[in-house]
């Protein structure tokens, strides 16, 4: 076994499990336990994205209107008609997983903008559709008095239980993604974004496999806002408008869209910097978002994590003795 290739991944589990007790004399006043909630939470959409994206080269700006079916799917399955919310959560990512079939064999068939502009009007329909459906979804005023999780007949109460909860759903969304990255879907999908034409004169069935990870991708974003549904307990259509559609590409962008682990770290940034520090910058949150992004394109354009990697090396380069 290769020690050096695993020794970063058992880095990061331990701090995972570790964070919650080294933050614990701080959470009174910045609650970073329920930051990293809501970063795990939103990993669970970016995972999804970076392969659509990163690997399979398709633009999306529909992911916050999936998480948005699964928050309300399990909302309305709970809240309204009493189901328990582990029998409403498989069944708001079936209804996206059929949402995101109908929408992508069509879609899919664009590239670029095209592609780009296809998704954001679905998203801007989804978000209409939620303002507007007062019945079901409470319009505006949203939904209230939606019930938690509970696990095995316990109550999922604290930040902590449901830290380590929504960290072991990105825990097997990440097992999964990795296996199928490096299965010979995962090689499809590298082909489909290096040479798309290429892919299918060699026989890859290139509308297939961007429809079956289109629907992925939106599966765990269905399962991240049921998720957030049962843990804030309110829902309004606000959380699932255009701009959480532009935050999940940016986290993407952020950390590296060619990796998982990119994903997951520009994720968590930007979950901190939104939370923490941009909250002031409320009224100029597109322009902050702007410079960011502006910011990752002209000094670190491959993400975080190839820049780490390469710092990594290059530092690891000079501590190696040089041979005569």
Known sequence: MNLRKFAPVAAFVAFMAAFPWMVAPFDAISH????????????????????????AGQISLA????FGIGAYASAILTGRFGWNPWAAMPAGAAAAAAVAWIVGVPALRLKGHYLAMATLGFGVIVHIVLNEEVEWTGGPSGMVDIPGLSVAGVRVLSETAWYYLVWTFVAAALIFSY?????????????????????EAMGVPVASYKVQVFVYSAVLASLA?????????????????LMWSVRFVLMVVVG????????????????????EWLHVFADFEVLVYGGILLAVALLVPQGLVVWMQEKLSRRRETLLPRSE
Request: neutral net charge; proline residues 1%.
């Open 32 to 55: 970073y336990t329920d930051v990293m909630v809501f970063a795990g939470i939103f990993c669970l959409v970016t995972i999804g994205l970076s392969l659509l994206m990163g690997f």
């Open 63 to 66: 992911q916050a209107a999936f």
């Open 179 to 199: 296996h199928v990255l490096h299965s010979r879907v995962g090689r499809a999908l590298r082909a489909i974004h290096e040479a798309e034409k290429a892919a």
């Open 256 to 275: 590296g869209m060619q990796s998982l682990w990119g994903a997951v770290l520009g994720t968590v940034f930007l979950t901190f910097v939104g939370n």
């Open 225 to 241: 806002g049921s998720l957030y549904t049962h843990y804030v307990t309110f829902l309004t259509p606000s959380s699932f408008d």
